[in-house]
Structures are given as structure tokens and as C-alpha cells.
């Protein structure tokens, strides 16, 4: 499993300035990036488990899904996960994302985030992917204390890319709303960052 660090490429320097910049005025911590660039569960020491919850993991060979949206997998009836679509343009290409904006749970246990993208070009209304992608990364603002986020898993390479987040709710959280936001590298690109909140229930 694979923790934050601090961006060191050269190629994202300009992100870490306005990061910083932005932390500075905000309050909110700096940039951090999810470094897992074709990783797998087995090399990464993570492994499924039995599911406990919807937002439970299950391997297939198209990649990681959701206990509570498998059929096949969803033994305990678990309600099914909400997933949220974004389009985010930029140049010539769309991003199309797909992930858990808001996230449910109490102090103490795992929640997790599949991220999964795409790219067609920026006229292409389609929902099939048409740019290949060969890098993909993560990174995360505001995250608040108390709330660790680990990958993984990450797929990198040909039509579409993911990332499979883990967060880890520590009891030191008191319940209610949390936001922080996720950020998207494309092929070096940087897309921006889309919003997500986690709730402490309990």
C-alpha cells in the first residue's frame, strides 16, 4: 500500500507553487500525490478481505468494483453505492471520471473510492473511451486530520485508468461533514480536482 508524498517530479512544479499558494490563504495543506503507477493488490500487501459494508471491495478482471454494485459478488444483499459522473474539458480532450463524491461512515473502520477516467476529444459526445492514457496520478487537497488516504491499487495504461483509494477514519473524528478535494494527473496533465465529502455518521 502506497502513502502520500510530497510531488517531487520536475514536470509538477508549477502545481506544488499554486498548491502552496493556495494553502497559504486557505489553511488547507499542500498537494500531496498517490504514487502507484501499475501496481497490484498482491505486490502492494492489500488484499479484499470478506465484505462488511457496500463500498466493500471486489477484484474482477476489468479491475476493482463495489461489493454492493456486483450481483455476482453481493451475497448479503448490501444497498447499492452511489457513483457520481464529471466531465472536466481541457484543451482538445474531455476527462470523463467516474467516483464516490460523497462517502458515508463511522470512526474507526474503511471507506473506499474507486476512481476511474477516460478521455475523448473535446467536440466527442460519447461515453466510449478515444485518447489513450499512459500516465495516471492522484493527488488530494484539504484533507482533514484524522483522515488517512492510502492507494491501493492503481491501472495505468491503454483507454481508461483508475485509482483505488482507501480511507481510513480514524476515532479521533467527530461526527459530521467533511469535504476534500482529489486531483487528476492525465498523461502529465493536470485536470483539476473534483470535490468529495465524507461523512462521520457515528
Not at 499542500?30 to 457496500?54: I, M
Not at 484539504?142 to 481508461?160: F, M, Q
Amino acid at each position: 500500500m502506497k502513502v502520500f508524498k510530497i510531488f517531487t517530479v520536475v514536470s509538477v512544479v508549477l502545481i506544488l507553487c499554486l498548491s502552496t499558494v493556495l494553502s497559504s490563504c486557505t489553511g488547507s495543506e499542500p498537494a500531496k500525490k498517490l504514487v502507484a503507477p501499475y501496481s497490484s493488490p498482491t505486490s502492494e500487501n492489500w488484499t479484499p478481505g470478506d465484505p462488511v459494508a457496500s463500498d466493500s471491495i471486489v477484484l474482477f478482471d476489468s479491475g476493482p468494483s463495489y461489493v454492493g454494485n456486483s450481483a455476482s459478488a453481493n451475497k448479503n444483499n448490501y444497498p447499492p453505492v452511489a457513483i457520481t459522473q464529471a466531465t472536466v474539458i481541457k484543451g482538445t480532450t474531455q476527462l470523463h471520471i467516474s467516483y464516490r463524491a460523497d462517502i458515508e461512515g463511522p470512526r474507526g473502520e474503511i471507506r473506499y473510492n474507486i476512481i476511474s477516467v477516460f478521455l475523448t476529444g473535446k467536440d466527442i459526445n460519447s461515453s466510449s473511451p478515444q485518447n489513450n492514457i499512459s500516465t495516471f496520478d492522484v493527488y488530494t487537497l484539504s484533507v482533514p486530520e484524522g483522515l488517512a488516504i492510502t492507494e491501493a491499487t492503481e491501472w495505468t495504461g491503454g483507454l481508461s485508468s483508475g485509482s483505488l483509494l482507501l480511507l481510513n477514519v480514524s476515532d479521533s473524528l467527530s461526527t459530521g461533514k467533511y469535504k476534500f478535494d482529489i486531483g487528476l494527473l492525465v498523461n502529465g496533465d493536470d485536470y483539476g480536482t473534483v470535490p468529495c465529502t465524507l461523512t462521520v455518521t457515528k
